[in-house]
C-alpha cells in the first residue's frame, strides 16, 4: 500500500487549505483513513479519522475547523483545514489502520503564518 499526501503549503492565519492522500492498493476503505501531524520538536498525534459511515474522530484541536472526508471509488481521503492557526504549522502525514500493519505517507508540509 502506497499513500501520497499532497496540498500542503504556506498559508496566512485564518486560511484555508485541502490536504488530498491518494491509496494505491488493491484494498481500499475509507473507514479506518486518518490525518495525523507532526510538529517541529513535538510528538506526532492523531488530527482526523474515519471510523465508519456515521462516525468521525477529530482531535480537541481541530474540532469545528477541520473535516476529513473520503471517496472510496477514487481510493481518495481528504482534509480540509479551515481558519488555520500558527499552531497547525505540521508535517501532515496520511494514515490507513485496517489492521496491522498500519500504512503511513510520505508527509506533505502546512505552514501557518502569523
Known amino acids: 500500500v502506497q499513500l501520497q499526501a499532497s496540498g500542503g503549503d504556506l498559508v496566512q492565519a485564518g486560511g484555508s487549505l485541502r490536504l488530498s492522500c491518494a491509496a494505491s492498493s488493491r484494498f481500499f476503505s475509507t473507514y479506518g483513513m486518518g490525518w495525523y501531524r507532526q510538529a517541529l520538536g513535538k510528538q506526532r498525534e492523531l488530527v482526523a479519522r474515519i471510523i465508519n459511515v456515521r462516525t468521525t474522530h477529530y482531535a480537541d484541536s481541530v474540532k469545528g475547523r477541520f473535516t476529513i472526508s473520503g471517496d472510496n471509488a477514487k481510493k481518495m481521503v481528504y482534509l480540509q483545514m479551515n481558519s488555520l492557526e500558527s499552531e497547525d504549522t505540521a508535517v501532515y502525514y496520511c494514515?490507513?489502520?485496517?489492521?496491522?500493519?498500519?500504512?503511513w505517507g510520505q508527509g506533505t508540509q502546512v505552514t501557518v503564518s502569523s
Open positions: 494514515n490507513a489502520n485496517w489492521g496491522t500493519p498500519e500504512f
